[in-house]
């Protein structure tokens, strides 16, 4: 089986986990967790980070921290993984979905469009006129590595007082190239930003998220947070609820040695990329690779495949064809609007996601992946299409 996503060890990652296991050192307490959140930093330009057990929690967190209450709305995109979505309903908020653009991003402009149509400023909050809940977040999601186009958002989120919640566990390396934004990392954008170290993304600790932000009021929130809210550590005094969200030593020692490869990482599956765009080209017009947008640096963490509506081969046939031939793919995500628990929250014109959906794979992507690797699976869609044809 060449594998979707599969993480790579070949740097300190013994070395660092001998370490914990040798002085004993492997909970929430311990040297790796300050030097990971600092090594994040340095590499982000984040002033501050918290780590966290997952990234789904970091998502929980940052929407405590910015202030979403139960009965507020938050802006999300409909093609995501479901977590940030989850992480609304957590807090007892309701998503706002929107509908994706070329890049299976937020659509930008539609977000401005409802914001300018559908809401209405009032003592300096953001109120849905359908619903009336104020408008509390937006979390715009870097799908695949490839960053939302922030710019825009900026002046129009401020002036309705609507925290910017980056979704960026996807997106870890990757970096704006053009506008005001140039050379920021996404995450350090918005108000807070959330990674996620899961085993499939660019660096991994098994399990393990981040959140970053510029801001110390909220870093040290985030860290009371997710230290179960001690007030008094030696005599067990909580103020506040808080939670079990920290991340482990023996965890972030791996995320530490993780890190220092991250670039080597980045530039495998930029070189691959190109490798597979060329690959495909020759098949003909029948697939394409999404390309990053042209304003990023982005970090090619998982390439996604495309299929013409042209050729007449459906995205299941060719899912089903490639796992035939052992080759892992998946479908992009079904858009969230669409979702059992979440069919009767409102969506704003989606009409583009859905179409993405259903003409769209994601293929192998790893750091591990060989050229021969890439030639089986590009040989494997050509042969696929000379069949149909």
Known sequence: MIPLSEPVFGGNEWKYVKECLDTGWVSS?????????????????????????????????????????????????????????????????????????????????????????????????CYNRKTGRRIAAIIPVHVFGNPVDLEPLLAVCQDRNIRIIEDATESLGTRYSQGRLKGKHTGTVGDLGCFSFNGNKIITTGGGGMIVTDSASFAQRARYLTTQAKDDPLYYIHNEIGYNYRLTNVLAAIGLAQLEQLDTFISIRKKNFRIYRE???????????????????????????????????????????????????????????????????????????????NRALNIPSSASLRQEDIRIVADTLKKMVQKVC
């Not at 501050?48 to 967190?61: D, E, Q, S």
Request: with cysteine; hydrophobic share 45%; aromatic share 12%.
């Open 279 to 357: 690959a495909i080209s020759e098949i003909g017009t029948a697939f394409s690779l999404l390309e990053p947008p042209p304003y990023a640096e982005a970090n090619f963490w998982l390439y996604t495949l495309e299929i013409s509506p042209e050729t007449g081969l459906s995205r299941d046939g060719v899912l089903r064809h490639l796992l035939a031939h052992n080759i892992q793919a998946r479908p992009v995500w079904l858009p969230n609007h669409l979702q059992e628990m979440y069919r009767d929250f409102q969506a704003f014109k989606v009409e583009r996601a859905v179409k993405k959906y």
């Open 29 to 125: 307490v311990g040297k790796f967790v300050d030097q990971f959140e600092e090594a994040i930093c340095r590499y982000t330009g984040a002033r501050f980070a918290v780590a966290t057990v997952n990234g789904t929690a970091a998502l929980h967190i940052a929407l405590l921290v910015a202030g979403v209450k139960p009965g507020d709305e938050v802006i999300v995109p409909t093609i995501t993984f479901i977590a940030p979505v989850n992480a609304v309903r957590y807090v007892g908020a309701f998503p706002v979905f929107m509908d994706c653009d070329a890049y299976f991003n937020l659509d930008v402009e539609k977000v401005r469009e409802f914001l300018e149509t559908e809401t209405v400023l009032n003592n300096g909050k």
